[in-house]
Every structure is written in C-alpha cells, then in structure tokens.
C-alpha cells in the first residue's frame, strides 16, 4: 500500500508519485472524501507513453481500478472525470473518455454525440451515443475561437475546479511575431471551462503566459495540450507562471517574465529656453496661471494644467527650476521608470509588470519600503508630483507630510497657516498622485468604509 496527499505545510501545490502494479499488472487508486475542500483537488494517473488514463477535478470518494493499463470507474458518486475502457471502436477523445463513456454516466445520459461535440468540443467519431441513428462517422464540425490549426498549433483547455470562473485571472499566448491572444474562464457566460487554438508564430515557437490576477488562483485548472493530443504543460492551482513553447518544447517559468528593454536612442541635446509657458494654467481655473503658482511654487508647482501637464513642466521659472545665470539650457531629464526596482527585490517583477495592472501593483514596494508609485512614475502617473517640504499643520514646526503620513486618512485635511490642506501640499502622501486609490475616501464619510 502506498499512501500520499498534497502538504502545505511543505510549501507543495502539487506531488508526483509513481504507482507499480502487483505480479497480476493490477492497482487500485482511490482517492478518499477526508478534504474539507473536495473541489479544489485534481489528478491524472498518466501511462508510460505519456497518456491519462485517469484523472479528477474536484472529485472525492472515487476509485479507479487499473489492470493492464485500462482504468475501469467502481465509485459511490460516479463522476464523468474517470475514464472508462474505451468500446468498440469509439475513440477515448472527450476528456479523457469517449462520448459513449459519457452517455454511461446518468447525468449525461441523454447527450447526442452533436450536443457533445458542438457544446464540448469532443471527438465522438464511430461512437454510438443515445438519440443518435447509429454510430458517428465523423464529429461535426464544433464552434472555434476562430484559430486555424495546421497541424502546428496547440489546444488550451482552461477550468475552474469550482465552477465560477477565474475571478479576475486570466491566460495570455504571445506567438514569436508578436501577435497577442488574451482569454479566461467566465462564468457570466455561464463557463467553467473554455478551449482555444493558439498557433505558435513563423519561427514556431510561442509564450503561454497564466496570471495572478484571480482571487482564487488555487482553483484555476489548464492544460496545454499538442496536435498529437499529449498534453505538454498543465497547472493545477498555479498562476503567475509562463510556459515557453518552441517546436513542441517547454520550459516553464514560475514567474512572469521581464522583456529585454528597449534601447533608448541616444539624440543630440534639444536647446531649451528656460521660461514660463503663456498659456498654462490650472485645470478649469484660466485666471490660477504661472503667476499664480509663482505666488506660492512650495504648495503650487504640482498642480495639474488644462493641457494635462504639470506646473513644473508649464511653469518652470515659477517653480525655480531655470538656472539663474543662464538664459538658454538642455532640456531637463525626461520622467522615466527605474530599471533597479523589483517587487520584494525580483528582477522579473519590475515596472514592466507593474503596468500590467497599475491599479494593483502601483502601491507594491520592494522589500525596502521603495513603492512602485515613486519608482516608476510614467507607469503609475507620478511624474513631478512630490510632496511639499515647506508645509506644516498650522505652522507648527514638526507637523510637516512625514506627520501627514502617520494617519493619511485623519490628517489628510487638516490646513496650513494658509489654507491649503495637506491633500493638495502633500500628494504623495495623501494619495492624490497618478494611479492609486485616494487614501481619505470615506463612503458617506462613514469610518471604515474606505477603499
């Protein structure tokens, strides 16, 4: 007797184990109802030549009884994850069982072998299936996501162990010629799984990439599978993981990959007069122009123009940034991502993921309270926006936006000795800067009812 599970407590998502048969070339797997969680297990029993035989998704108290390589279902729940011997000659090309496989199984009972084909993209060739006049000579031709494959493509079955969808994840292929297919699991479409061709590019190689934008990743459930119906790259349970494909090899990577950067190119230096633009000024206000922000540049430099730009940009007289004895300089250094910053310190996950989804990712630090919000400010939207270092509540020395920061959501309002509130002298700190969720919101301004 061999026994095993899957620990967390070992940090293990999944196991492999190899089963023998005894002298006679029988087993019998079973698979216990012990889980306070049954919906969440898979697994395959896979033969020597690579081909499931067996597997479940979401199945408890079920056994499958092998002898010389045919699984035969003997289970309390009879459940349509378990293959049966194949009859006749009816092709084992639904899921891992035939059509008439299914049509065994009391649920399904009543399913034509067009339904089967049509809604699940089987294969019922030569099977007899209920309802239908004899056997199937060939399948119909099932609905596609409009792929043509060749014979060099691939087949992504994509599920959901629980049945409601990927909640928010999602699957990318990216071909070698740059073209782009996005999908997912949805169950307001009424899915728990979807099938897609992805064809690799002109060099035959392709990027299947998994995310981790669901909220519950551990039910996400894909297998990539080739022309030949062998599945090359599966996940159970994984995201934030990319399958590399190249002529029918895989290499996986468990996190998301970091693209080579694109070079920049280098340019003779733009001669720049350094004065204050005659038509900025602040968004919806004509007459707050750079006069304006030259009243007070401390609290005003980071205001936003009509245009979109900032004042630092509209107005960089006012906000001190002309040099004092020169009328003509270079242009100031554009606003650009840092190549150094990695979410906890990972190379992969560096401003180029952190644009994947900005509103999740732009409030992540490195390990070393260095937020992707101040590192890579074209991607959040923080260019030239930084906090005040003149401001203090009420005027009073030490309550500066450091003091600000200990209870955003309490002090973010408070006023200097000139009115101006901390939100607006203290963006960064408040929230109020690019591509993060305000800091002070309060729904009805009712306490803890906050984003």
Excluded: H
Aim: net charge negative; hydrophobic share 25%.
């Amino acid at each position: 007797v061999t026994v095993g599970t899957v620990d967390s407590a070992d940090g293990q998502d999944w196991v492999q184990s190899t089963l023998c048969p005894g002298s006679g070339g029988c087993g019998v797997l079973y698979v216990d109802d012990g889980s306070s969680y049954a919906s969440e297990q898979n697994w395959a029993l896979v033969d020597a030549a690579g081909s499931a035989i067996a597997s479940g998704t979401g199945t408890a108290d079920i056994e499958a009884a092998v002898c010389d390589g045919a699984a035969i279902e003997t289970t309390a729940s009879p459940t349509f994850y378990t293959t049966q011997a194949p009859t006749m000659s009816c092709s084992p090309n639904c899921y891992s069982g035939s059509c008439d496989d299914w049509n065994a199984v009391e649920t399904f009972a009543e399913y034509t072998c067009a339904y089967m084909e049509q809604s699940w993209y089987c294969d019922c060739s030569n099977c007899d299936c209920v309802n239908d006049d004899g056997a199937t000579p060939s399948p119909t031709t099932p609905a596609t996501d409009g792929a043509t494959d060749d014979g060099t493509c691939y087949t992504l079955y994509a599920q959901d162990s629980y049945g409601d969808g990927w909640n928010g994840g999602s699957w990318t292929w990216t071909d070698d010629d740059g073209a782009v297919t996005v999908g997912t699991v949805d169950s307001a479409d009424g899915q728990d799984w979807v099938q897609s061709t992805l064809c690799p590019g002109s060099g035959g190689c392709g990027v299947l990439y998994v995310d981790d934008g669901s909220s519950y990743a551990s039910e996400q459930y894909w297998s990539l599978v080739d022309a030949a119906g062998s599945a090359i790259a599966s996940g159970s349970g994984t995201a934030d993981i990319e399958a590399a494909v190249c002529d029918g090899v895989v290499s996986i990577d468990t996190f998301a990959p970091t693209s080579a950067p694109t070079p920049v190119p280098t340019s003779v230096p733009t001669v720049w007069v350094c004065e204050d633009s005659a038509d900025w000024y602040k968004a919806g206000k004509p007459s707050k122009d750079c006069d304006w922000v030259m009243d007070d540049p401390d609290d005003r430099c980071s205001e936003e123009g009509d245009d979109g730009t900032l004042a630092t940009e509209g107005c960089p007289d006012a906000c001190g940034l002309c040099p004092e004895d020169e009328s003509a300089t270079t242009a100031p250094t554009p606003c650009t991502d840092s190549t150094e910053w990695g979410y906890k310190g990972k190379s992969s996950k560096d401003c180029d993921w952190v644009a994947k989804k900005p509103s999740k990712y732009c409030s992540k630090d490195d390990g070393d309270d260095w937020l992707a919000l101040s590192a890579c400010p074209v991607t959040c939207g923080t260019c030239g926006c930084t906090d005040s270092d003149t401001w203090l509540y009420k005027g009073k020395s030490g309550k500066s936006c450091d003091y600000v920061a200990k209870k955003p959501s309490k002090y973010c309002d408070s006023e200097d000795d000139d009115g101006t509130t901390a939100g607006e002298a203290c963006p960064m700190t408040c929230g109020n800067c690019g591509c993060q969720d305000s800091l002070t919101w309060l729904y009805k301004g009712k306490s803890g009812k906050d984003c």
